[in-house]
């Protein structure tokens, strides 16, 4: 018998850091050295945040290069950094300065660009709490995924990655310790692309995959998987 | 109780349960704490709309929150109101007599307020006029925190130095937007404001009700309206409007509605009222309206009959009048300015401009393309249900008020 999942919800306050960058060098400095949970934030952040939920880019690197540097050869090369592809935000961070200085060096007259709008590095703190809730049953889980706040999405589907041994959601991580193989389960949960898409989407696309799954089973032997 | 209990249920209503049981969690770790909110009026301007809701919600969900309202003469309001100027960049100096008379209206305020501000948790400090007062608290029980509702990109320095020497001494601070936000020793947090969609400027009116705007300012509701709501203020640009509405009325018989309520500290405002009638001089499609600053029905009613909103401002603190506009489904067409750029998502939920010339060709554009109106303005408001109401709001201020009183790490579990 595996042990209760304990439903968690968390929020996001942003903080300015001051820093700021108006060439695509000085992001680049500004990256290399800046505190690790402005990577996470300007990445991350923009699910927790008041955000258009049509974006044409979903990190704030990839923004400004489009929007302030006017460079699309290197918005859509940072846009495409998933950053569940990392290990950890070192990672991240250097991959993305690596992009930067590639196309410093590609490019004749970006380095002297100035942006119409500066980038301001922001960080963030974030407030776990414990809702007080627990589940037993993986049907039980499954029924309340549409009904779960973003802020309980984003910290046991994203947030877990940063937290979890295996870098995956908490989900998968309390369905391996079912006796009954929720292997099949935690393969569709996988397939679940955490970047790209808002938190209320992420919902959904989660609701989806527990239903389905656990509705199948349910059909099948009349009794839902312990 | 009784009533308040009703207040998160009616809220429920529009932004779903999953909102408001994170408030009622969130608010649990923060039970009983005694919160103080002070500003310098408790009518007019979108920092009073506010706290007349954030008030109420924090007590429901079980906070000990009051708020007050410091009070001074003209000569007051006068140094204040040239503060905010100098903040929002205007070159303006402030006389050794008006910073004195400043500082003496905050420490008589101090005495009366004394009590509160003794034995609050957290203080809110609203904006320039009521900065001061942490000079009176050298030594402070609670967490204070400076709320900057203006446009500080690009201050005049010797205000902004003058301001920040009191500033300083905060714990914390909070600003609308990250491009806002000056270097001071202490954290910086980041909050956009909000609407309220219950507040009688935001609730739905009838058809009936909307009937009767028309017929009593004199407009033809088979023609089409444009509005700007705002205060007579020169940053809020209302002579460009006019301009503007002169460029479209070659193609388009529109209407023009320049609404604004004044605010009791704002002595500017007449003056930049003469020089928008004098602008518009006899044309009887041009409706000036000075309106009262607590006639919020009729705000609310004119954003409702108006077929698209500007907000034409040269800068902005953040542009609450666009939120109000965008949750009514309409399209804005703003200044590229601040906050407003936040709201308005060009080409999405309306279009930024930045001359008179730009909002003439967006209005024309979106008065022969109906259906991209229709569009436009069913995004805005989507994307102020998401993301600007009063909820979203008082997530970040409960977010911040944990965040302050219990540490400073970038990950607290609370």
């Avoid at chain 2, 305020?109 to 320039?128: K, M, Q, T, W």
């Avoid at chain 2, 969609?197 to 033809?220: A, M, Q, R, V």
């Avoid at chain 2, 902005?316 to 998502?345: C, H, N, S, Y």
Wanted: hydrophobic fraction near 40%; glycine fraction near 6%.
């Amino acid at each position: 018998m595996a042990e209760a999942f304990a439903l968690k919800d968390c929020a996001l306050i942003a903080i300015s850091t001051g820093q700021q960058a108006q060439t695509l060098r000085e992001l680049r400095d500004r990256i290399e050295t800046t505190n690790q949970s402005c990577i996470y934030y300007h990445f991350w952040g923009g699910l927790l945040r008041p955000r258009f939920d049509d974006p044409e880019f979903q990190n704030d690197f990839a923004v400004w290069a489009r929007h302030s540097i006017h460079d699309k050869p290197l918005a859509e090369r940072l846009a495409l950094i998933n950053p569940t592809d990392y290990e950890d935000l070192e990672d991240l961070r250097t991959k993305v300065v690596d992009i930067i200085e590639e196309r410093l060096e590609e490019s004749e007259t970006l380095p002297y660009v100035r942006a119409s709008n500066n980038f301001y590095f922001v960080r963030s703190q974030i407030v776990v709490f414990d809702t007080g809730r627990r589940f037993y049953d993986p049907m039980e889980l499954a029924s309340l995924i549409p009904r779960l706040s973003v802020g309980s999405i984003f910290y046991h589907f994203i947030d877990a990655r940063r937290r979890t041994q295996l870098g995956k959601d908490d989900f998968t991580e309390w369905l391996k310790g079912f006796d009954a193989g929720y292997e099949p389960l935690n393969k569709q949960i996988a397939t679940i692309d955490p970047y790209f898409t808002t938190l209320v989407e992420l919902r959904g696309e989660l609701a989806e995959v527990f239903a389905r799954y656990l509705g199948r089973k349910d059909g099948h032997d009349g009794q839902p998987a312990r | 109780m009784g009533m308040m209990a009703s207040l998160l249920a009616e809220y429920e209503k529009i932004v779903g349960t999953d909102v408001i049981d994170q408030l009622r969690q969130l608010s649990g770790i923060l039970s009983g704490l005694n919160v103080v909110h002070i500003n310098s009026t408790k009518e007019g301007g979108g920092v009073a709309e506010i706290l007349h809701r954030l008030i109420p919600l924090k007590n429901e969900l079980g906070l000990n929150a009051r708020w007050e309202v410091i009070a001074g003469n003209r000569q007051f309001y006068q140094c204040t109101k040239l503060m905010h100027n100098a903040l929002q960049g205007n070159r303006v100096e402030l006389s050794q007599e008006l910073l004195k008379n400043y500082e003496e209206t905050v420490r008589e305020n101090c005495e009366e307020l004394r009590e509160y501000l003794e034995n609050a948790d957290i203080v809110f400090i609203h904006d320039p006029q009521p900065a001061a007062l942490i000079a009176h608290y050298p030594v402070h029980k609670g967490k204070w925190i400076w709320r900057c509702h203006i446009d500080v990109s690009h201050p005049y320095r010797q205000v902004w130095k003058y301001l920040r020497d009191h500033v300083r001494h905060y714990d914390a601070s909070i600003w609308s937007l990250s491009e806002f936000a000056q270097p001071l020793p202490h954290p910086l947090y980041l909050i956009a404001p909000s609407i309220d969609p219950l507040s009688k400027k935001n609730i739905e009116l009838s058809s009936d009700d909307l009937d009767k705007t028309f017929t009593k300012y004199g407009l033809d509701p088979m023609r089409p309206v444009i509005t700007q709501i705002s205060r007579f203020d020169r940053f809020k640009d209302p002579v460009g409007v006019i301009h503007s509405y002169r460029l479209v009325r070659e193609f388009h018989p529109i209407q023009l509605v320049l609404a604004g309520g004044g605010a009791t500290d704002d002595p500017e405002g007449e003056e930049v009222l003469a020089q928008v009638r004098q602008a518009a001089s006899d044309d009887p499609d041009i409706h000036v309206l000075m309106l009262p600053p607590d006639d919020h029905l009729t705000i609310n009613a004119l954003q409702r009959i108006s077929d698209i909103i500007l907000q034409k401002s040269t800068r902005e603190g953040f542009g609450l009048t666009v939120t109000e506009a965008m949750w009514k489904g309409k399209p804005v067409i703003g200044g590229d300015t601040g906050g407003i750029r936040l709201q308005v998502i060009n080409h999405h939920t309306g279009f930024l401009v930045n001359t008179p010339e730009g909002a003439a060709l967006r209005i024309r554009y979106l008065l022969k393309r109906r259906e991209k109106l229709e569009e436009m303005g069913q995004k805005a408001r989507r994307f102020v249900l998401e993301n600007f109401l009063i909820t979203r709001h008082l997530r970040e201020y409960l977010t911040l008020m944990v965040a302050v009183m219990f540490k400073r790490e970038d990950r607290i579990e609370a």
